[in-house]
C-alpha cells in the first residue's frame, strides 16, 4: 500500500538541494499562511469551537493551509457527531442495543481516526512526524557542517 506525501520539511531520505528548494517553493504555493484558515460558515458553534481547537494544535507545525480547511470541518462535524452519539447513549443506556445507533458511531468513529490521522492528530501519527523532523534536523545539521555552513 502506497504510503501519502509528506512535507519536504518532514521527510527522510537523500534530496539534492535542488530538488529540496523546489519542492518547497511548489509546497509554498500551495499553502496559505496559518492566519487565513477560517471555520466555514455551515458549522455549528460547538463544531466551529472544534475546528478553531485543531487549528490552534496544529499551527505549530506551520503545515496548515486553506485546503486544508475542507478536512478539519469533517473532522470538527464527525467529532460532534460521536460527542452527540456517546451523550444520547450515557443518557439512555438501552440505546446500546440499537443497531443503527452502534453502526452509526462506529461508522463515525472509523472516519474520525481516518481523520486524525491525515491530520497528524494521533498518537502514532506525531511520533513518525517528530522522528521526520529530528532526522531531517541532524541531517541538515550535518551537511552543514560538511559544507563549512554554519
Known amino acids: ?11 527522510k531520505g537523500h534530496f539534492t538541494k535542488d530538488e529540496i528548494k523546489k519542492r518547497k517553493a511548489a509546497e509554498d504555493k500551495l499553502n496559505t499562511p496559518n492566519r487565513d484558515i477560517v471555520a466555514p460558515n455551515d458549522l455549528t458553534d460547538k463544531q466551529r469551537d472544534i475546528f478553531n481547537t485543531v487549528v490552534e494544535w496544529l499551527r ?4 496548515l493551509g486553506l485546503l486544508d480547511v475542507p478536512l478539519i470541518a469533517q473532522f470538527a462535524r464527525c467529532k460532534d457527531r460521536i460527542d452527540t452519539i456517546e451523550h444520547r447513549i450515557d443518557n439512555d443506556p ?3 442495543f440499537d443497531k ?3 453502526y452509526n458511531q462506529d461508522r463515525c468513529f472509523k472516519q474520525y481516526v481516518r481523520l ?11 511520533a513518525k512526524l517528530a522522528i521526520s523532523l529530528t532526522k531531517n534536523e541532524e541531517k541538515t545539521t550535518i551537511a552543514d557542517i560538511l559544507n563549512g555552513e554554519e
Open 100 to 102: 443503527d445507533l452502534s
Open 116 to 126: 486524525m490521522n491525515e491530520l497528524g492528530l494521533s498518537p502514532q501519527s506525531r
Open 94 to 96: 438501552e440505546l446500546l
Open 1 to 11: 500500500m502506497a504510503r501519502p506525501a509528506k512535507p519536504i520539511a518532514t521527510r
Open 60 to 63: 505549530p507545525a506551520e503545515t
